[in-house]
């Protein structure tokens, strides 16, 4: 009897619900079990305790423990798959192959740590590196900075852009917290890379409301964007949703005026091609990923100065609302991500390794 490749994917980050990295690594495994070919291989999610139906009663699962950031659990193992680049879960000491996921090196982009520390990050993500098999980037720009900032050192690294997540819900019922008003939209968890509080100011001159949806990372940084709805004269309008569920995140996408993502640092964007899904005009910042993801059928804000900001937003709904075929190839732009062509592509990189 032949034994089965023993596939590991890495999905101890789902500890954190209501982020990005929780929704890749849902998705992409979910993905992976409808691919995996259950007569030569096995795959089998590494999860924290109490996690062990996020992907069905039949999956296989490893629980996280603790002691796995000294002794990892790779007996078997054939393929571990790390799928964040800051994890305390990584087998150094193995016979495992390893494919290795990096989302982005923000810590470059946010200005926020001191030299010394960025430098000791950068160190922790290199060690990875040289101990890896296979890297994938989830963006041409993600990558980009991998080789200008670390050394791959003839690695093997592949591109793999995320996948949307938007699963249509058919009947979509009206959040909570809802709008009679035309509003914009804007999803993230709040914190000072998110760059929410540039957008109050397109509130003045107009009646929208803004919406603001996600968990608040930084108590302080939230203060900052209701001080600059207050300094605009708009605070009654800028509203804060908290983490919003499923159903509440593709109404507020499917009703709003515009999507705003005016992030300083993405490594992909995944907010962005969810509202593109629903045909949207989507007004992003030029930095980092952004660009690649949002491609030619997005809008950007090529400054944060106020007057700029409403000048992009009047004419990109302007262009938006006098081009008939503005959604349809909106939505077709966000149809190019999809989490089946991702798993496919993943799963080439496993099986070139064994």
């Known amino acids: 009897m032949i034994q089965k490749k023993q596939l590991v994917f890495d999905a101890e980050r789902m500890k954190y619900p209501h982020t990005g990295l929780y929704h890749y690594c849902l998705q992409l495994g979910l993905a992976l079990q409808k691919i995996v070919d259950k007569n030569a291989e096995e795959l089998k999610f590494y999860v924290r305790p109490g996690h062990q139906k996020a992907f069905g ?58 030299p010394k520390r960025l430098q000791k990050e950068l160190n922790n993500i290199q060690k990875k590196i040289n101990a890896a098999d296979h890297i994938v980037a989830i963006s041409h720009f993600t990558l980009a900075d991998i080789n200008k900032y670390l050394k791959l050192n003839n690695t093997p690294a592949t591109v793999i852009h995320n996948g949307c997540n938007i699963q249509l819900i058919q009947h979509i019922t009206e959040p909570q917290k809802t709008s009679k008003a035309e509003f914009l939209f804007t999803l993230g968890t709040i914190n000072a890379k998110k760059n929410f509080h540039v957008l109050p100011c397109l509130l003045v001159g107009n009646s929208m409301q803004l919406f603001i949806a996600g968990i608040t990372d930084d108590e302080k940084y939230k203060q900052i964007i209701i001080k600059e709805a207050e300094k605009n004269g708009v605070a009654e309008r800028v509203i804060f949703t908290g983490a919003i569920n499923e159903n509440d995140k593709q109404w507020y996408m499917k009703n709003c005026k515009a999507f705003l993502f005016p992030s300083l640092a993405e490594g992909f964007g995944l907010p962005v091609i969810e509202a593109m899904y629903f045909g949207r005009p989507v007004i992003l910042s030029t930095a980092t990923a952004l660009p690649e993801i949002g491609g030619n059928e997005a809008y950007y804000f090529n400054d944060f100065e106020p007057e700029n900001m409403r000048s992009v937003l009047t004419n990109a709904l302007k262009n938006y609302e006098e081009n008939p075929d503005a959604q349809s190839k909106i939505t077709a732009r966000a149809k190019m991500f999809t989490w089946e062509d991702a798993a496919k592509k993943y799963m080439e990189v496993y099986r070139s390794l064994y």
């Open 57 to 114: 009663e039949g999956a296989l699962y490893i629980e996280q423990h603790g002691l796995h950031k000294f002794f990892m659990p790779t007996k078997n193992a054939t393929i571990w798959h790390t799928t964040y680049q800051a994890t305390n879960y990584f087998p150094f000491r193995k016979k495992v192959k390893v494919v290795f996921t990096i989302h982005d090196l923000n810590v470059l982009h946010e200005n926020k740590m001191s």
